[in-house]
């Protein structure tokens, strides 16, 4: 399981937009990637439209925003353009970045035992090293904890 401090081995994964989404080509920018379990439930929602408030400031940081999940492409395309995201949403249904982050966790769900993402966010700095992890988060204040954190390192 990937923690801070840790260099992320390049990736690419199918993105909104068209695009293709390969992690060496944002640098020298720093990303914040968060992963979260499904497009348009509530939680999910509300995780997307705090990063959204937040967008702005994060460009002005130097940031790149990325959500990701096992959605497809046209999952995240409905979700992206009903929340008006000014980010990309990442299409891992094969699950190759999920686990290579250590994101997949068997969940209760309405008493099941379920196979799922737990929602988390890392920081990747420029040079590809993890910055911050934050894993098991809970939607309320995130996007502005992210922010703050942001603010007071770089």
Known sequence: MLQENDIIPDFELPATGGKTFRLSAIRPQTLILYFY???ATPG????AEQFR???????KAN????GISRDTLASHEKFRTRLNLPFDLLSDTDESVCNLFGVIRMKNMYGKQVRGIERSTFIIRP???IAHAWRGVKVPGHALEVMEFIKYTY
Do not use: N, Q, V
Not at 63 to 66: G, K, R, V
């Open 53 to 59: 408030e937040f967008a702005e400031d994060f460009r």
């Open 44 to 47: 999910c929602t509300t995780e």
């Open 63 to 66: 940031c790149i925003i990325a």
């Open 127 to 129: 040079d590809g090293k």
């Open 37 to 39: 379990p499904k497009d």
